[in-house]
């Protein structure tokens, strides 16, 4: 069965520095694209950052420079660490791992999926 569990977040001063962690039961980790989106109050869900599989990282442009997205393929983690959140970045923060593409691997087809944590909040106040 797979899991997502996510830590860290709260409440934060701007500026702060912030760690948000995400565990991941996965078999094969290391072939799903990996990240993070956000939602705020009354707005859509947003991708704040993603590491596919090969390695290549992509970023809102809001957070570009501001947020660091890391992934250890062998702990099966996913973090995201920031040292200048803004309170604009107050949201629900939502771990993620996903295929886009249909995909073979060690002999077995993996479709396009998508699976989500639960969510933790982020608060960064002025």
């Known amino acids: 069965q797979v899991q997502l569990v996510e830590s860290g977040g709260g409440s934060v001063q701007a500026g702060s520095p912030m760690r948000l962690s995400c565990k991941v039961t996965?078999?094969?980790?290391?072939?799903?694209?990996v990240g993070w989106y956000r939602q705020a109050p009354g707005a859509q869900r947003e991708l704040v950052g993603v590491?596919?599989?090969?390695?290549?990282?992509n970023y809102l442009d809001p957070v570009r420079g501001r947020v660091t997205i890391a992934r250890d393929n062998a702990k099966n983690t996913v973090e995201l660490t920031s040292n200048s959140l803004k309170p604009e970045d107050s949201a629900v923060y939502y771990c993620?791992?996903?295929?886009?593409?249909?995909?073979?691997?060690?002999?077995?087809?993996?479709?396009?999926?998508?699976?989500w944590g639960r969510g933790t909040q982020v608060t960064v106040s002025s």
């Open positions: 590491i596919t599989a090969g390695g290549f990282a």
């Open positions: 993620y791992v996903g295929i886009k593409v249909p995909s073979y691997f060690n002999g077995v087809n993996y479709p396009p999926v998508t699976y």
């Open positions: 996965i078999d094969n980790f290391q072939i799903y694209d």
